[in-house]
């Protein structure tokens, strides 16, 4: 069977059979993200310092302090 065929055959299914087919990709995948290594997380310092604003803040003065003459943004729910 080929792609194209198998696109037609799931087009006419009924929405619960699509619905079952979904869940059980998605479980498929779910499966096989689990199983690839995971590399360890790095800290967020480590990550900025291999970055490429990493790199700039190295090699030129960089000021990343917040410029508090701007107004503070509020949020409310």
């Known amino acids: 069977m ?8 799931l087009l006419r ?3 619960s059979d699509k619905l079952r ?3 059980l990709l998605a479980q ?4 096989l993200w689990r ?5 360890p997380s790095s800290k967020l310092s480590e990550f900025f310092h291999q970055s490429p604003l990493g790199e700039v803040a ?5 000021d990343l302090s917040r410029d508090r003459t701007l107004p ?6």
């Open 28 to 31: 498929s995948l779910n499966s």
């Open 2 to 9: 080929t792609v194209q065929e198998l696109e037609q055959k």
């Open 35 to 39: 199983s690839t290594p995971q590399e």
């Open 58 to 62: 190295a090699t030129v003065e960089l």
């Open 13 to 15: 299914l009924s929405p």
């Open 21 to 23: 087919i979904i869940q």
């Open 72 to 77: 503070v943004d509020r949020f409310t729910l």
